[in-house]
């Protein structure tokens, strides 16, 4: 094997004993001009892997595919997941990947396999500092049907790993979902919205990973049906923890929304009471402080129990109605 770097930027090239692997970083109109010359790719595909706006898709062509996939990319400033493109050609004798370098599987990868062509200079001392997973990856048939599979598999393992992150957030909401003195509204709003992008991410992937081994077939002399169908469970696990992430969230939205709203009526009910209660003195107090002569009033103030006999009549007076309006209550059930 060899590694090599083209005068030109942004394209990586790895070349083993049955395969030749262009990676193109953050392409260019000048890295894409390349392939058409290189390799004669259809116009059309060159124009895919530079555009937004493409869905998941695998266009068979008589010497090779074309896939694009998109694969989640986690915002941390806004806490939630975008789709980022990973384009792919794909044939028995090469294998181009192109995209825009933000997904750090697919450079982990290259570079685990610019270290197994290192290996080959001292094999004995080399392989043995790379982890299990590159030892079992050494061993392995390099052909361009394999070299696919563990492209793929890459991305998809992270995307399992973003999964468990995804459980993780919900168990550590659920308690304060549950939790009345918390309001968990934001929480769950972002967590919901995370989850409905990752939903329209995934769902279109699914479609593509399953279609895969039937258009690799005729590439390959292997039987890859294992491996490709491996990596169909993992994209069916990672939508079924999507499909529970959905069903539980929306329980959680819907929990603390009755518990907000429950709160909200508690403290209405509070208020109501309150201003309930002060209705009779309320409407003592504006008749006393209009400016007539009232029984009681400053003209003629009852003395019989001292000299704030009329402020303990207006005080019992407005007493009374209360408690009643509270033995009413009590009987009616309403508190």
Known sequence: MSFKNYNIPNINYLEGTSFKWINIDNPTQENLNFLINEYQFHPLDIEDCLSKTQLPKIDEYQNYLFIILHLPKYLKDKKYSVPSQVSIFFSEDYFVSIHSGDLKPINNFFKTCKE????????????????????????????????????????????????????????????KVFDEKIDAVREVTQLRHDIANLRRIVFPLKRVIHEIENKVRRFTTDDMSVYFGDLSDTVDKVWAILEDCKE??????????????????????????VFTYSIPATVLGTFYGMNIPLPGGGDEPFIFLGKYTTFILILTASSIPAFLMYWIFKKLRWL
């Not at 790379?130 to 890459?154: G, Q, V």
């Not at 969230?249 to 009910?269: C, G, H, M, P, V």
């Open 116 to 175: 197994l062509v290192d290996c080959q200079d001292s094999p004995t001392e080399n392989i043995a500092r790379l982890n299990p997973k590159s030892r079992a990856f050494i061993t392995a048939d390099m052909s361009t049907a394999f070299l696919l599979y563990r492209f793929i598999y890459n991305l998809l393992d992270n995307l399992l790993r973003m999964m468990g992150k995804i459980i993780y957030n919900m168990e550590e909401i659920e308690e």
């Open 248 to 273: 539980t969230i929306e329980i959680y939205k819907d929990t603390d929304f009755i518990i907000s709203s429950d709160r909200t009526n508690k403290i209405l009910a509070l208020l109501t009471i």
